[in-house]
């Protein structure tokens, strides 16, 4: 239960957190410049970085997908509450924090299942006077317990946008499609869907050395092709995509306003290694052959 597992003390936390295996949410935290990590997440962000010297780019451009998505639909589609799966580790523009900027009064409720994330869950939990925001410790394949505990947030008679931003990629054909329909099929005409997802269509020799580097660290690493991505649309009843489509995340109606970097002394950047350097890279300078996500929204007729 989510408030059971907010009051959990710190030590009863940390005794669910491997520190030997690196995580998807702690290496994603890596590339965004967080400390939320530890050193075996650093290695295969690392690694990760070596076999894609700008793999760095996806990262950043999903992240900034994220923030023109929420944006989007709180401002011009009227989304007042969002169910964001995979949420990872607090970093800057989490959702409710865009959304509740629009309007005080979203609604946010965040799942995930790694306990680094739990931990931080308070950090989330900052909602304005006028909204409410909420975390649910629960695995993206049980989205029937997803679908209980969120409701005691969110109203199910009134539209929700689905964020699976980042995740579906780390989840088998098997389970992914029907996982998906199954969240969908809860949602109320009007609701949204909103889904990023990795790809070997664009540059396959840069993505699959990728792939491998996490793959050996034992995480479930799938690439999807565009019909693939399509098929979370196509395959799920009642959806009907947004323009422009399924499309590279640095396609989807770009606006100028990405976050630009810290500023940093070239000297001081000089002694930093690679993975250190990322925080401070610029992404406006990115091009087709740097991009492996595939990202679109949808809605809910």
């Not at 580097?213 to 009642?238: H, M, N, Q």
Request: charged share 25%.
């Amino acid at each position: 239960m989510p408030g059971d597992a907010l009051s959990r003390d710190p030590a009863e936390l940390r005794k669910r957190i491997d520190t030997t295996k690196a995580h998807p949410a702690r290496v994603y935290d890596v590339f965004l410049g967080g400390k939320d990590n530890y050193p075996v997440d650093r290695a295969a962000a690392a690694a990760a970085l070596a076999a894609n010297p700008r793999g760095y780019l996806d990262v950043r451009h999903n992240r900034d997908f994220l923030r023109r998505a929420v944006t989007r639909l709180a401002e011009q589609d009227g989304i007042r509450q969002f169910l964001d799966i995979g949420t990872g580790l607090p970093t800057a523009q989490n959702v409710h924090q865009i959304a509740q900027h629009i309007t005080p009064d979203s609604r946010v409720v965040y799942v995930d299942n790694d306990p680094v994330v739990l931990a931080h869950a308070r950090a989330l939990l900052t909602s304005g006077p006028e909204g409410r925001t909420d975390y649910v410790d629960a695995d993206l394949a049980a989205p029937a317990e997803i679908l209980e505990q969120a409701a005691k947030t969110l109203d199910f008679d009134q539209p929700v946008a689905l964020v699976l931003v980042a995740v579906l990629h780390f989840v088998e054909d098997e389970q992914a499609y029907p996982i998906v329909r199954e969240l969908v099929e809860a949602l109320p005409s009007g609701s949204r869907l909103v889904l990023s997802h990795l790809t070997e269509d664009l540059n396959p020799e840069n993505i699959r050395a990728v792939q491998r580097t996490y793959t050996e660290r034992g995480f479930t690493f799938v690439l999807r092709s565009k019909d693939k991505v399509a098929r979370f649309f196509t395959e799920t009843p009642g959806v009907t995509l947004d323009e422009p489509g399924v499309v590279p995340v640095h396609h989807w109606h770009q606006d100028g306003a990405a976050p630009q970097p810290e500023h940093v002394d070239p000297a001081q950047l000089a002694t930093l290694d690679d993975i250190e350097k990322v925080r401070y890279r610029d992404i406006s300078d990115v091009t087709d052959a740097d991009i492996n996500v595939y990202v679109a929204t949808a809605r809910k007729v």
